[in-house]
């Protein structure tokens, strides 16, 4: 009972620890000044957060959000793999907001004609397809679909809170789950910029994709079914004509998620990082 009591209260200091960091990122980015964001960027000129939301969704915002960040920083498998695949399936339009500013992002991370570029850039965008089509499809169900979506909405809450718009909600209630907020209205009713929701919106979720509240055994069993069925997806798209090369960057992890899944062991470990 005492090492069971001290490993709950592990877990509960790791997962304030991890908030703390993300807050950190979020305090950051509300007082971030317009030549913090420029820096590093290829259009100095932009501040994100005077954009419309069509233009960070598909537009000039696309290389400052966080999610075009964390693909540049990782690559396409590990990104899918620590975040994408543990977003429970009631959280659909995160998994699809998320997965569709990657897409766009490849094009501004890999923007050169030479050959190097161009096959990461294809085999990333063939990846992400391959990945959003889970959504469409439909996931398979979970051991206990609802102590997943209570575990991760009430950590997205919890996140957003203690975050520096306390008063943003992240999704709309709905049946058979939750929806995107209107991106019209997210100035209005939060006095913040669609930029910075967005970005409130992809740190919670990352926050909230590791189940804190939950049991490491208990949150691997739960997303076993969809992990595996997301990484048989990764695979299956890139097999389809006409095929994509594969970068030497992405060789070792294709050939590790194609060997666990002859094993059977693709619900596990996925692409090497595991859950």
């Not at 909600?169 to 910075?196: H, N, Q, T, W």
């Not at 389809?240 to 070792?252: D, F, M, Q, T």
Request: glycine share 8%.
């Amino acid at each position: 009972m005492a090492a069971a009591l001290l490993a709950f209260g592990c877990e509960r200091s790791m997962a304030a620890s991890g908030l703390v960091e993300v807050h950190e990122r979020l305090y950051a980015l509300k007082w971030a000044s317009a030549d913090a964001y420029n820096a590093e960027a290829t259009r100095p000129e932009i501040d994100p957060r005077d954009l419309s939301s069509a233009r960070v969704h598909d537009g000039a915002g696309v290389e400052f959000l966080g999610v075009s960040e964390l693909l540049g920083e990782v690559g396409v498998l590990e990104f899918l793999d620590d975040y994408i695949f543990d977003l429970p399936s009631t959280a659909a339009f995160l998994a699809n907001l998320e997965l569709i500013a990657a897409q766009r992002a490849t094009a501004v991370l890999h923007p050169n004609d030479d050959a190097v570029s161009v096959a990461r850039r294809e085999f990333e965008d063939r990846v992400l397809k391959a990945a959003n089509g889970v959504l469409v499809d439909g996931l398979p169900p979970s051991v206990d679909p609802h102590k997943l979506h209570d575990a991760f909405f009430d950590a997205l809450d919890q996140c957003c809170r203690a975050s520096p718009w306390p008063a943003a909600e992240l999704y709309v209630g709905g049946d058979p789950e939750p929806g995107e907020y209107p991106s019209r209205l997210v100035k209005r009713d939060f006095g913040m910029s669609y930029f910075e929701y967005m970005e409130l919106l992809h740190e919670c979720g990352k926050f909230a994709a590791t189940y804190p509240t939950l049991d490491e055994a208990v949150r691997d069993q739960l997303l076993a079914a969809q992990r595996a069925h997301y990484a048989q997806a990764v695979l299956g798209g890139l097999d389809e004509a006409p095929a994509v090369e594969i970068p030497a960057k992405y060789r070792g992890e294709i050939y590790e998620l194609r060997r666990a899944e002859r094993l059977g062991g693709v619900a596990q470990n996925v692409l090497g990082g595991g859950v």
